[in-house]
């Protein structure tokens, strides 16, 4: 059922407390085409948590408690992704290493000096975005973000057996993609119409990025990875919006 299914992406990608109502442990095909609507919920949470903080305490608060809340709403997830790939996808190793590298729970490197960059820009354009906008600014990149991910699932095979192969084996739904498509549209629509453009362009460079990013693999894609691009883009999405002229 789609509610169910909208519920175990929620379970699966938050740490909203649904896991009762959920399918299972992990999500189907279905349930990952609702990744960007999880997205748009944690992005507004988020957002509303630092715009209700505003009120009581200075602003490089309301910029720690909106950086926070993204990733701590997660679980963090895709954040947990981007480590991992920071490590395996920079290293000049073979493709059987590069998975084996992505399945380490220790960090090296690449992924330090990746993340302390990311968290740079991401909290110069949390600090530089009208406080009063943060639940839309958030919602939107939130979810236009995941939005990539939905796509790239249609056009990359999963990189290695396992229980998640049949969730991207298996395509997402049309309808929910679509109705994913129109939710980013629409938040884009509600703050201006250079949010569309930034939607299409933050599309376009997800799907180059799988594209690019499946050949470090041998020609598919894994979970981290796509955390990577998500947190990518949403990082993006936060500091284009926050310099758009």
């Given at each position: 059922?789609?509610?169910?299914?909208?519920?175990?992406?929620?379970?699966?990608?938050?740490?909203?407390?649904?896991?009762?109502?959920?399918?299972?442990?992990a999500?189907?095909?279905?349930?990952l085409?609702?990744?960007?609507?999880?997205?748009?919920?944690?992005?507004?949470?988020?957002g509303?948590?630092?715009?209700?903080?505003?009120?009581?305490?200075?602003?490089?608060?309301?910029?720690?408690?909106?950086?926070?809340?993204?990733?701590?709403?997660?679980?963090?997830?895709?954040?947990?992704?981007?480590?991992?790939?920071?490590?395996?996808?920079?290293?000049?190793?073979?493709?059987?290493?590069?998975?084996?590298?992505?399945?380490?729970?220790?960090?090296?490197?690449?992924?330090?000096?990746?993340?302390?960059?990311?968290?740079?820009?991401?909290?110069?354009?949390?600090?530089?975005?009208?406080?009063?906008?943060?639940?839309?600014?958030?919602?939107?990149?939130?979810?236009?973000?995941?939005?990539?991910?939905?796509?790239?699932?249609?056009?990359?095979?999963?990189?290695?057996?396992?229980?998640?192969?049949?969730?991207?084996?298996?395509?997402p739904?049309?309808?929910?993609?679509?109705?994913?498509?129109?939710?980013?549209?629409?938040?884009?629509?509600a703050?201006?119409?250079?949010?569309?453009?930034?939607?299409?362009?933050?599309?376009?460079?997800?799907?180059?990025?799988?594209?690019?990013?499946?050949?470090?693999?041998?020609?598919?894609?894994?979970?981290?990875?796509?955390?990577?691009?998500?947190?990518?883009?949403?990082?993006?999405?936060?500091?284009?919006?926050?310099?758009?002229?």
């Amino acid at each position: 059922m789609p509610l169910r299914a909208f519920v175990t992406a929620i379970s699966y990608f938050s740490i909203l407390p649904v896991g009762r109502f959920a399918d299972g442990p992990a999500p189907d095909a279905i349930a990952l085409a609702y990744l960007p609507f999880v997205g748009a919920i944690i992005g507004a949470l988020a957002g509303g948590a630092a715009l209700a903080v505003s009120f009581v305490a200075p602003h490089p608060i309301v910029v720690a408690v909106a950086f926070s809340a993204l990733i701590l709403l997660t679980g963090a997830i895709h954040l947990d992704g981007f480590l991992d790939s920071s490590d395996a996808l920079f290293a000049s190793v073979s493709v059987e290493r590069r998975l084996e590298i992505l399945k380490d729970p220790r960090h090296g490197t690449f992924a330090i000096a990746n993340v302390l960059v990311l968290a740079s820009l991401w909290l110069a354009a949390l600090w530089s975005l009208p406080v009063a906008l943060l639940p839309l600014d958030l919602a939107f990149a939130a979810a236009s973000a995941r939005f990539g991910t939905v796509l790239n699932a249609y056009r990359i095979p999963y990189a290695r057996a396992g229980a998640l192969t049949l969730v991207f084996e298996t395509k997402p739904a049309p309808v929910v993609v679509i109705f994913a498509a129109l939710l980013c549209a629409g938040l884009g629509a509600a703050i201006g119409w250079h949010a569309l453009v930034i939607l299409i362009g933050a599309t376009i460079l997800a799907l180059a990025l799988g594209e690019r990013l499946k050949l470090r693999l041998g020609g598919g894609l894994v979970g981290d990875v796509y955390g990577f691009i998500v947190v990518c883009c949403e990082a993006g999405i936060a500091l284009v919006l926050a310099t758009w002229p």
